[in-house]
């Protein structure tokens, strides 16, 4: 048989018949003109994309990806998808990848913790310095239990507030709870100084007993898991990794950066989309404030209208 002009990609077997599907570009949508007007943007301008659920907000990502790559002739490195969760990544980088129908570099839909690890890791070979690793939540939620437990059967540690007794610490709710201020003070530059100085202003003995958490949690993952990051820290290196004179050839190649669902980000990521702008990198990002469902995690609803 002649090769095919079109490329076919192997799915397996159905019964007892190969299948084969035919893969091509997708066709092109029918945009409405505000979709057409966020095409029209120009090069090097930055725009924030209202738009509720179903009202056309990833076709018009897609296209803006395509319009730059396929009719402006940009390089697909000059531009990147950022979002917020990585089911959402991996739709997105499947979705451009058939209708860009180009060979590039790398995907072009990534999360933001993704495309900050990837900066981290970077600067850091390039210093000449071990590249970190990625501790998870679920690590994360193993260090922290132990401490918590250690202290419940020893009888020492921090003192929490009464209402926290040993009954509520060893709940995993309040794992998650502590480990999501961990992270936000982090995100905000807020030490545990800072945290205890702020519990003892506010009137938070809350806030003191987990200073001295923090404080002990530090020093034990410091020996334990020396190289290990978490997200808000990837993506507090990432920002200064941006900002530095060499953010490497992955930066230094990006014209514009894309976001979705940016009413979704936090202190973390707009951190890293501060320092990118600085760089004279466009954003164009994409949400809707009023369905806005990470807040209790730090998101920041208003991100939009501040862009």
């Known amino acids: 048989m002649s090769a095919p002009s079109t490329n076919f990609a192997y799915m397996g077997i159905l019964g007892f018949e190969r299948v084969a599907v035919k893969v091509g570009p997708l066709v092109p949508p029918v945009l409405d003109p505000s979709q057409r007007a966020v095409l029209a943007l120009a090069d090097g301008q930055s725009a924030s994309v209202l738009g509720a659920p179903g009202t056309g907000k990833t076709t018009t990502i897609v296209e803006l990806v395509a319009d730059r790559v396929l009719a402006r002739g940009w390089s697909a490195d000059e531009v990147v998808v950022l979002t917020q969760a990585r089911a959402a990544a991996t739709r997105l980088r499947d979705t451009l990848a058939l209708r860009l129908g180009v060979a590039t570099n790398g995907p072009l839909a990534r999360t933001v913790t993704s495309f ?11 210093a000449g310095a071990e590249a970190p690793r ?10 922290i239990a132990g401490l918590l437990e250690g202290h419940i059967l020893e009888g020492t540690g921090p003192e929490w507030p009464s209402e926290l007794s040993p009954d ?32 003892h ?59 979705d669902d940016l009413h979704e980000a936090t202190e973390s990521t707009l951190a890293v989309l501060r320092a990118l702008a600085a760089r004279g990198i466009a954003i164009i990002a994409f949400g809707d ?8 995690r730090g998101g920041e609803p208003d991100a939009l209208g501040r862009l």
């Open 134 to 143: 990625l501790v998870t939540g679920s690590d994360q939620d193993v260090d």
């Open 289 to 296: 404030p009023d369905v806005a469902a990470n807040a209790f």
């Open 116 to 126: 900050a690890f990837e900066l981290v890791g970077a600067a850091a070979r390039a």
């Open 201 to 259: 202003e506010r009137d938070r003995p809350a806030w003191l007993a987990a200073a001295d958490f923090i404080d002990e949690h530090l020093a034990v993952v410091s020996v334990s898991r020396p190289s290990h990051l978490d997200a808000a820290e990837i993506a507090q290196f990432a920002a200064t990794a941006i900002a530095s004179g060499g953010p490497g050839e992955r930066v230094e190649r990006l014209r514009l950066v894309v976001v």
């Open 168 to 199: 509520v610490r060893g709940l995993r709710g309040f794992r998650t709870e502590l480990r999501d201020l961990m992270m936000r003070a982090t995100e905000y530059g807020v030490s545990a100084e800072g945290l205890r100085r702020l519990g």
